[in-house]
């Protein structure tokens, strides 16, 4: 690692292994070549692994995990159906809009900054209309909130079978436990650079057989062309069976890097993986706690396993904190909920940083941040 | 370079400078880093030297060449409005199915396999009704024919003047003559893997001050969320003015990959550029005519300069001669065209692999396509 390198503790990108960084820099490889054809039918095949299923149909496109709710809008919703979008910050805003320029009918159950939507208001909800589908965002990465998805999705069997789940798992997915065929969700979209540890610039989806059906049997056009599963299936199929096929250049190095990584993930028990992250979390929120800070989700038990949002101390803003500790080599991530973006930074902590504590990435994190805070007058925990 | 590599010597991804793939694995960097900002901040301002262009705006995304058509459908153009497709190859016809996607009227000026449209057909087809664009392949991947885009653009000056020029520079930017600004051209739209020497995962778009104001007054609401200018907009500002923001994360290696290209593009006058990728073009395809072979092309002054789309001999099959070159460590690409697609094959020529004659891919290149020619009994040229 350069000397100079400084951590990047944000929400992502986070950290990323060598071998990943190394897959980056692959030297120039076709698209259909045999040396990569198989590196992205097996990233298909680990993907299902990743999300615990057994039949469901991974998606890897060049794209910001936004480009998820684009597919979403416009593959599986039709005009003017109803979908609930459950809030819990600024990506359940933005996912709205989403829905809505693809003239999708949204109603939103919008939780309390710090907050999530209660299973009582979700199940309330859920009763007034037909709803197509049920919006989650597992981990709000601009307040830190983690959702119950598990528990919403077994309400939604009770109540509306029909209506499809769908989780923007881009902050979660690789630090919160997703069993998608256990827990009947139907779709679960990320990004590479968040807990799955590989550089930004890929979007990952993965649908249910339930998912693909209702977009097979879809009876008005899709809306999209880029997003176009119609475009994009024949291509996920091919690659999966060993032969190469096109529609758009696949970002062949970032596959390769995604490659790496979901090798190294797989390799030890998914299980070990999240209880690390819930392990480091509590030990990161614990030390904050120490502090006197106050986090923004209005409890431990709704907090995010891979981030930590918390309050500045009163008086204290972001120029007083971000750039000391970033000097003394750890970045962490300003506020950017539209209404208390100043008043709060972020910590992430994911991947590598998590998993592999012999680099010290949280030691370090956390000492940087008691020295500072202590500094600008929070009391000390001795 | 990696002693087993095998030259990428297709028309894109073509090979990368060795500064360019140290910058894909450039260490985990928050988006809003100051070790960032100014980098993005100087791809957008290079961009427009590149483009030959004061005041255009560039757009730099998280995805492939492709989604720079749903950026031009969903941004410029509204519902029924009528759009002229000048059709050389397979990217016109799906340039054309992108538009209709988002319920754009189509024509087509469809030349014969290897032929363009003369500039006689597009006179008469701008006469037959108002289109707000008209759309031209600069290079067609598919049969290496280069439109002629100064001479259309003036056309169109003549006959439609509020038409906007439209241009999908995939194959043709950094190997062929683009002057937006002198030429009039509204729209070039590119990707990162061609001869910008840059990993596939980036698509880049420029558009005119007029264009921009066509977005700006448009009256219907935009028809994408991730291609949306309104969303990219702000944030190509803000980075160009050295400012983070964020709407979607961008694929902050990459940025830096295309940083470290442009650089080296830029330190070099563009003139010079494209001459040599004249010259080398020149050289491969006198080779290959020297061999009897016969061009997909109808002639070689429509022939792209970054390209070479060549019949297979009499009785040839692809897999006669590309896995031989393999073997031999020089990977070429089949073809791609619906109709004569296992008739010919096609050999990048753009990019380090042109201006670094020093590296001898293109002496490799020639002498292995000559060897394995003659074997396959091609004629020779002494």
């Not at 819990?88 to 709205?96: I, K, L, P």
């Amino acid at each position: 690692m350069n000397s100079k390198h400084k951590l990047c503790m944000i929400p992502g990108p986070v950290e990323f292994h060598e071998d990943v960084l190394t897959s980056m820099s692959t030297l120039a490889t076709s698209h259909v070549s045999p040396s990569f054809i198989p590196i992205f039918g097996e990233v298909i095949e680990l993907l299902r692994k990743i999300f615990c299923t057994e039949k469901s149909q991974p998606f890897v496109v060049s794209g910001s995990g936004t480009l998820g709710w684009d597919m979403v809008a416009s593959n599986l919703i039709e005009s003017d159906e109803d979908v609930l979008v459950l809030n819990t910050g600024y990506f359940g805003d933005s996912f709205a809009d989403c829905l809505q320029t693809y003239g999708v009918k949204v109603t939103q159950v919008k939780a309390d900054i710090g907050d999530r939507p209660s299973l009582e208001e979700i199940r309330q909800a859920l009763t007034t209309k037909k709803f197509k589908a049920i919006t989650i965002t597992h981990v709000d990465t601009s307040t830190g909130v983690l959702s119950d998805i598990k528990a919403i999705s077994t309400l939604v069997q009770q109540i509306s079978p029909e209506t499809l789940v769908i989780v923007d798992g881009v902050c979660s997915v690789g630090s919160e436990e997703i069993r998608m065929d256990e827990w009947n969700i139907d779709i679960v979209l990320t990004a590479s650079q968040k807990a799955l540890g590989v550089p930004p610039g890929l979007c990952i989806l993965i649908a249910s057989e339930r998912a693909m059906n209702v977009f097979h049997n879809r009876e008005t056009p899709i809306k999209s062309y880029y997003a176009s599963w119609r475009n994009w299936l024949p291509i996920m199929n091919s690659y999966e069976s060993r032969k190469g096929m096109y529609f758009a250049t696949p970002p062949v190095q970032l596959i390769f890097a995604l490659h790496t990584s979901l090798k190294q993930i797989i390799s030890r028990p998914l299980e070990l993986r999240f209880q690390q992250h819930k392990e480091v979390s509590n030990r990161i929120k614990n030390s904050l706690e120490e502090l006197g800070l106050k986090f923004v989700p209005k409890n431990r038990e709704i907090a995010a396993n891979g981030m930590t949002a918390v309050y500045y101390p009163e008086g204290v803003k972001a120029t007083d904190l971000l750039p000391k500790l970033a000097e003394q080599g750890v970045v962490i991530a300003g506020g950017l909920h539209k209404v208390i973006g100043p008043k709060y930074f972020r910590v992430g902590h994911m991947g590598i940083s998590v998993t592999e504590p012999e680099r010290k990435h949280i030691d370090n994190t956390i000492e940087a941040l008691k020295g500072n805070l202590k500094d600008l007058g929070c009391k000390g925990d001795n």
